[in-house]
Structure formats: C-alpha cells, structure tokens
C-alpha cells in the first residue's frame, strides 16, 4: 500500500520535504520581485521621477485589482490540499473548474469596469498631475490581462494544493521572463515608453495563460469519469468555495488597503518620497515572495494534513515551516544592511530619490524579521481553509496600521509612515499566533 501523502515522517524528513516544497516556490517567488525591480530600473531611468511614481501608483492598483482577487490562488490550494490528503481524486477536476468558471466571471467584470476602476483607484491614491498621467497610461495597457491573470492564480493554487512545485516553479519562471524580455522590448525598441511596460506584463499574463491550460491538460487524470454540470453546480461545493473566497478576499482588501494608505500618505509628501518609498517597497516584495515560498509549503502541508485528519503531521508542518521562515527573514534583513545602498543605486540615478531611500533603508532591512510570523501563519490558516480567522486578524491588524499612521506619520514624517507599517507587521503575526492553538485543536487526530 502507497504512503499517505501526509504519513509522519521523522523530523530530519520534515526539514527534507519542506525544503523541497519551499526550495521551488521560493525560485518562482523570487522572479516576480525581479520583474518589478525591472519594471522600477526601466521606468527609473526615463527622464523624470513621475515616470517612477506612475509605475508605483499604477502597480499599487493593480494590488487592489489583481492581489484583491487573489483568494483564487489561495482558496484553490486549500481545498484541492485537503482533497489531496484525503486522496479523493474524483473531487480534483471539479474543485478546479469551479475556480476557474469563477475567474472567468471576475475577470469579464473586471474589463467591463475598467474605466471607473482605474479612474478612482489613481484618484484615491493621489499623486501629481504629471505622476497621474503617467500611471493611467500605464494601467490601460495592463489591464486587459484582467481575465489572464485570475486564471494563472487558479492554475497556480492547483499546482501548490497537488504539491506540484516544479511545474508551479515553470509556470512563473516562464511568465517573468516573458514579461522582461518583452518590457526591454516595448520600452527601448518600440518606444512605447510607460505603456510599454504596463503592455508587456499584459502580454506575459497571456503566454503564461497559454502554458498553464497545457500542463493542466498533461495533468488530467485518466480513469476517471470527466465532472458534469451537477458536479461543478453542487450546492454545498459552491457555498463553501465563496465563503473561503469572500473570507479571503476581506482579508486582501486589508492588506492592499495598508499599501495604499502607505502610497497615499507618501505622496503627501512629494514625488521624491513617493518614488523613495517605491524603490524600498521593492526590498519588502522580494522578501515577501521569498518567505512566502514557505507559506506556500504551509499551505500544502497543512491542507494535506488537515484532508487527512493527521494532528502530528499538521504540527510537523507548522513547527518546520516556522523555523524556516524564520532563518530566511534573517538572511534578507542581513543582506538588506549589507548591500542595501548598492541595490538602490541599481535601481534609480535620481539622487534626490536615490538619497531619499538611503535616508530610510534601516526600516526596509528591519522588516523581514517583523513579517515572518505574519506570513508563515497565513499560509497556515489557508491550507487549513480557517479563512474566517484569518480575516478577522488582519482587519484588526489593518485597525492598528491606520491607529499607528494616524499618530505617528504627522509628528514623525515618513520615519512615523514606516514605523507604523512594522507595528502592522508584527500584529499580523502575533493577532494569527493566539489563535494557532484553537486551529491544532480543530484537527482530528487520527
């Protein structure tokens, strides 16, 4: 008789399998960061710090219109990881094209509304008029990868829920690439300028689309009968996927909420700030990806060991996972105290930004070790598919970011802004942490 997915191994093994989960997901994580500081070098080298600033506004809309749809990757892998520790196959095909009828939907309404969308996301971030026209430009032309987009975030989940980290680790690799290549293209040998790099990553959505149907079609299981209509339309499936999502989806609002205040209140403050603020919200992206890869281990581990009612293996994933992102938190904030000042003279040759940035490098270095236990406990909570919890922590979380920014980004500047948004990392954490005990005690112990 084959192993249970989630059969507990020794401890030594545990570090093993985390790792080889961890290990290619962190790669594919690592290659979006990449694109943005792309993105960040090209726009930063165009003559003028508001082609910068449209980026990052523009960039942070898509946050809110993309990342907030983002429960399709995250809801995904939670059920298809509990239907895989449960091993129940037959339940593979339709938990998949349910998310993917639903990204369909989402993603239609997303280019039907386009214009308002855009318009009042780059009017609540404010910005000037130059920094404004530059990000509407921008977000016109990505925009239309909308349906692309959601997709690649259900295709992706599947392949974490079925621990498929190779081919997950294709799938973005391949995306970014494309996206690079393409954004060198537009930018430098078409001259599209901005809108070329909002088009390439447009362009990318698609190709990886493409690719992410392919290995879908190469996955399908043989022996089983293909799901009908009532499958896809049962009742009890479908409440539970939107409760997931709609918990999700809470949940991201807050966090992209925390983003765009975190925007608003730099702009305040002028272009040189606003773009200062960009170029160190690169250092938190790669971090944020980076531990993220083991988030994502979480996710599966914990959904495989929560299918499959094993409380020891469920305690395994979490203890391993949380040693992990622990250690990968300490290497980024040494690398970032190290090497900060030479990454941000790559990134931009506008010294009044580039000074700037150098002014408030310590906070994007000190910000890893306040966000691990924040994002290893994410993971945790959507691989258990308790996404009730896990919004409720964040909306109180987000209580607290706009507490501290309200009391501390008037008397202490742009120092206050970013202190504020560490004590909104370390209450992510510590808000999820309290109620961890509650999450083991609900797993059935075999």
């Known amino acids: 008789m084959s192993p249970s997915p989630t059969s507990s191994p020794a401890p030594v093994r545990w570090h093993r399998r985390v790792l080889t989960l961890a290990f290619p997901i962190v790669l594919a994580n690592l290659t979006q960061p990449i694109l943005g500081a792309v993105d960040t070098a090209v ?29 399709l990757r995250m809801g995904t892998t939670g ?13 593979l095909a339709p938990s998949l094209l349910r998310a993917l009828l639903l990204a369909a939907v989402i993603g239609a309404a997303v280019l039907a509304l386009q214009v308002p969308l855009i318009g009042f996301g780059l009017a609540a971030l404010g910005g000037s008029d130059a920094v404004q026209a530059s990000a509407c430009l921008y977000c ?46 537009f930018v430098y040998r078409l001259d599209w300028g901005i809108a ?24 399908r299981m043989r022996g089983l009968p293909p799901p009908v209509w009532a499958q896809l339309l049962d009742a009890r499936a479908i409440r539970r996927l939107v409760a997931i999502n709609r918990d999700i989806f809470v949940r991201t609002l807050c966090l992209v909420g925390s983003f765009g205040w975190f925007a608003h209140l730099g702009a305040q403050q002028g272009d040189a700030i606003l773009a200062a603020n960009a170029l160190l919200l690169n250092f938190q992206t790669f971090m944020a990806f ?23 293996a469920f305690r395994q994933a979490v203890r391993v996972t949380m040693l992990w992102s622990a250690i990968g938190a300490a290497g980024f904030t040494l690398v970032y105290w190290a090497g900060g000042a030479w990454i941000i003279g790559r990134l931009t040759d506008q010294a009044a930004v580039r000074a700037a940035a150098l002014h408030y490098l310590p906070w994007a270095a000190a910000l890893p070790v306040a966000s691990a236990a ?26 607290v970011f706009m507490l501290a920014a309200w009391a501390l980004a008037g008397p202490l500047g742009n120092h206050g802004l970013w ?28």
């Not at 960039?59 to 907030?68: R, S």
């Not at 059920?79 to 037959?90: E, L, S, T």
């Not at 959601?150 to 829920?161: S, T």
């Not at 980076?290 to 020891?312: I, K, M, P």
């Open 419 to 446: 202190l504020a948004r560490t004590i909104f990392m370390v209450a992510r954490g510590v808000t999820l942490l309290v109620q961890l005990p509650s999450i083991e005690r609900a797993v059935t112990a075999r």
């Open 374 to 399: 924040g994002f290893q406990l994410d993971g945790v909570f959507i691989g258990a598919t308790r996404t009730r919890e896990l919004m409720k922590a964040m909306a109180v979380s987000f209580a």
């Open 290 to 312: 980076g531990l993220d890869g083991f988030a994502h281990a979480a996710e599966a581990l914990v959904g495989a060991a929560t299918g499959a009612r094993d409380r020891h």
């Open 79 to 91: 059920i298809v990881a509990q239907a895989y520790g449960a091993r129940d196959d037959a339940a």
């Open 140 to 185: 016109h032309a990505r925009i239309w990868a909308a349906p692309f987009v959601l997709a690649n975030y259900v295709v992706l989940g599947y392949l974490l829920g079925t621990q498929r980290v190779r081919l997950a680790l294709v799938t973005q690799v391949f995306i970014n690439a494309v996206n690079i290549v393409a954004v060198l293209a």
């Open 43 to 71: 726009a930063g080298h165009l003559d003028g710090p508001q082609y910068l600033g449209g980026v990052a506004l523009g960039g942070l809309v898509f946050n809110f219109v993309f990342w907030g749809f983002g429960f």
């Open 196 to 219: 070329g790099i909002g088009a390439a990553t447009a362009a990318a959505d698609a190709c990886g689309f493409a690719l992410g149907i392919a290995i879908l079609w190469r996955l």
